[in-house]
């Protein structure tokens, strides 16, 4: 394997009809397929990729999962499951190669993060892990518990959404840090441009951007490496391609893979977050995409 891009999403799908969108869908769904998204990994020196339902659709699964299905050998996906989901269903998305669900605040059309433990509790059966894109400020005071909680992984979206003028010492920072040593959570380092702090946005085209974007990125390098220090082996990394609802510029495939060289640029810890860890983490082998049998939930867990 060369590499695996963990957080892409696809929009469309040959004979889908994905025009029906969730109310206030923070975006419109660009053009984009299996097979762009097949370019995008060739671009960026992958081989392998995890798609993530894009929140636009919420539980409308038809365009991901003809998405799996289309490279079974090269994807692995990502769902978006309320509690109470018929078990038959959920066995068929693992058969197209799904291997987690999600919860989300950060766009409408998301599972409530409150949802965590239920949801968890729902796909345990399949060894699935629930990914959590949230703020992690909005639930400091609970979110430490409903992890420690849930019977399955847990894996933090974009680096926990954290802007980036929040310190390392920051509460929501420090229960990240603390979970990630616990080896409760994995974190995907992803979303630079989504992490910006509020108000410097507007200022892009200014003169004084170029030197906000650069203390933006250089906190952002040191939160990735305190992450790093903490436990690299629960890291993952995705482009998050083709980053929809994002305003500013944008590098194409190749300039992402050089900001991951300078977040991690031992190339040891940077083979497993690139290969090593997603491989483990959504069922990839290192012959082809071994698909794991369910297992039970984590011992000790409610």
Known sequence: MTGIDAHCHVFVADGVDMSRLVGGAAYDPPPF??????????????????????????????????????RPDALRGVVCVAPGTPADELAAMHAAGVRGTRVQDGYPGGVPVEALVEVGGMVAPLGWHVEVWTDVRRHVDRLGDAVRRCPVPVVLDHLGYLPSDVAIDAPAMRLVLELLAEDQVWVTLSGLERLLPPGVEAGHGGPDFAEAWERHEQAITERVRALVQVRPQNLLWGSDWPHVGVRLPVPGAAGMRERLERWVPDPAVRQAVLVDNPARRYGFGPGGPAVPEPVAARPGTV
Not at 36 to 61: F, I, N, T
């Open 33 to 70: 397929d299996v097979h762009d998204h097949a370019e995008h990994l060739r671009a960026a020196g992958c081989d392998r990729g995890v798609l993530v339902q894009p929140s636009a659709y919420g539980d409308d699964h038809r365009c991901l999962l003809a998405a799996l299905r289309t």
